[in-house]
């Protein structure tokens, strides 16, 4: 990876303990929140494409952001689908309805 590669990529331990990396593709504001679209890295062939959406956390910290995963469907829809609206011109975007 180049330099300016190593700038996009964001990591994360998951639920047990494992750095797992993340390109940071964009930041999405919805009602006052802040939210992050991150796509893994070392993903495998059955979530290839996949992105994930995290809500960015307050914390004490300027340096370090903290992250807390969404449960509301609803809320993910919405920053989704601005996203998408965002990017539609960069991503090819599948609809699995």
Do not use: C, H
């Amino acid at each position: 990876m180049d330099e300016e590669e190593l700038d996009n990529i964001i990591v994360l331990n998951d639920e047990d303990g494992n750095e797992v990396n993340f390109e940071f593709l964009d930041l999405v504001e919805l009602d006052g929140e802040e939210y992050v679209i991150l796509l893994p890295t070392d993903e495998g062939e059955e979530d290839a494409g996949e992105v994930v959406i995290l809500q960015v956390e307050d914390t004490d910290s300027e340096e370090e952001e903290s992250y807390i995963s969404v449960e509301n469907e609803e809320i993910l829809n919405k920053v989704f689908e601005i996203f998408k609206e965002k990017f539609k011109d960069e991503f090819d975007f599948i609809d699995e309805d």
